[in-house]
């Protein structure tokens, strides 16, 4: 009798295990999540905002992230349908709030339906990216600091705090194996540390996107927008402004650069706002070569890292601005990353670079 108990208490057991095993995996495979072709996406467009014409889709690149990527056409308009693929539930209803916060500001594409259970949202379709020779222009100046200020100015977004130091950070340690005979990490930390203790009793906390590449900005006419708010959530302002401002266009142009800075602040900046700008750049450069790139190189990609001859950051931009550089191939890539690390030790030691942690450290 005691065996039956064990041998049933056995099975129960094996039977929950695979249950649970079904369950955390299973939904991948579920129609809304994983499963979606061209034909869901069209359907669900054409259910959720009973269109009664005919609606086609594209499958679209989905970026870094996991999701997948839908353009829906109707007769009148276009939209963008977004999947979750193996993001959690409480992380997938996050980006939702995030992107219904940015649409309802205005600096974000509209949001026309959202159903966190199934893993779905609608969104505007907005404009192609603007181009690099199109971000040279004056008049992309106000617009990009008309939209900083909507978002930093704008209700707040579900997220913990947003810290670059702290990412930059863990993902040296995690690459720490892989290249630290390649180059020189503990240079880099050093620099963090400088910069991360010079900010520190200046920062200041506002809703921020986190993540303004020249990917995830649409500009037309006047107007800018941003899309991808996954990383939007409390942080420090100067780092999206930053960010913009070491873009390929602004950072090869001063001039355009201080005047961004300024229309943004509504003021000619203090000698203080002025150092932290200057040191918030050097850690998104620092950001982009470590977390952006870095990390996803395999060991194998970076034994080739020393072949490659080190371009400075205004050559390696003014390439990009050019359109001679093939963006996903490995020598594009390691020049990206030999780029910004020139740019970042180089500015380590120059005047500037002194002056700016001197007068933050005071």
Not at 178 to 188: G, Q
Not at 191 to 217: C, F, K, S
Not at 264 to 279: D, I, N, T, W
Request: hydrophobic letters at 40%; proline letters at 4%; charged letters at 25%.
């Amino acid at each position: 009798m005691q065996v039956q108990k064990t041998l049933f208490i056995v099975l129960a057991t094996v039977v929950a295990l695979a249950l649970a095993f079904l369950r955390y995996f299973w939904p991948c495979k579920s129609p809304g999540v994983l499963l979606v072709d061209e034909k869901y996406a069209a359907k669900v467009v054409r259910d959720a905002l009973s269109i009664p014409g005919t609606v086609s889709a594209k499958k679209l690149a989905g970026g870094a992230t996991d999701a997948q990527l839908f353009r829906v056409s109707d007769d009148l308009k276009e939209y963008i349908v977004r999947c979750k693929s193996s993001t959690c539930q409480e992380s997938f209803e996050q980006y939702v709030y995030n992107s219904k916060v940015a649409s309802d500001g205005g600096y974000g594409p509209q949001i026309y339906f959202a159903d966190p259970a199934r893993g779905i949202v609608i969104m505007e379709y907005l404009p192609s990216k603007i181009s690099y020779q199109n971000l040279r222009t004056d008049q992309w100046v106000s617009a990009f600091a008309r939209f900083l200020q909507k978002i930093h100015q704008g209700k707040e977004f579900k997220n913990d705090r947003y810290d670059v130091f702290e990412k930059i950070t863990h993902d040296l340690r995690a690459n720490k194996s892989k290249c630290e005979n390649i180059i020189p990490l503990a240079k880099i930390e050093q620099i963090v540390t400088v910069i991360r203790r010079a900010l520190a009793p200046h920062q200041t906390t506002a809703p921020t996107h986190n993540d303004l590449h020249m990917g995830n900005l649409r500009c037309w006419g006047n107007e800018c927008k941003a899309i991808d708010y996954e990383n939007a959530g409390p942080g420090d302002p100067y780092f999206d402004v930053a960010t913009i401002a070491v873009s390929p266009g602004f950072y090869s142009n001063q001039a355009q650069e201080k005047v961004l800075f300024a229309t943004y602040l509504g003021r000619q900046p203090s000698a203080v706002e002025e150092a932290r700008f200057y040191l918030m750049k050097q850690a998104v450069l620092i950001k982009w070569a470590v977390c952006d790139n870095l990390r996803r190189l395999p060991p194998e990609q970076l034994e080739y890292y020393g072949t490659i001859k080190i371009p400075s950051i205004q050559d390696y931009m003014g390439e990009i601005l050019e359109g001679k550089l093939v963006f996903g191939k490995l020598e594009t890539r390691l020049k990206d990353l030999k780029a910004l690390l020139k740019e970042v030790f180089e500015n380590f030691e120059s005047q500037e670079f002194r002056n700016a942690v001197s007068l933050l450290s005071k």
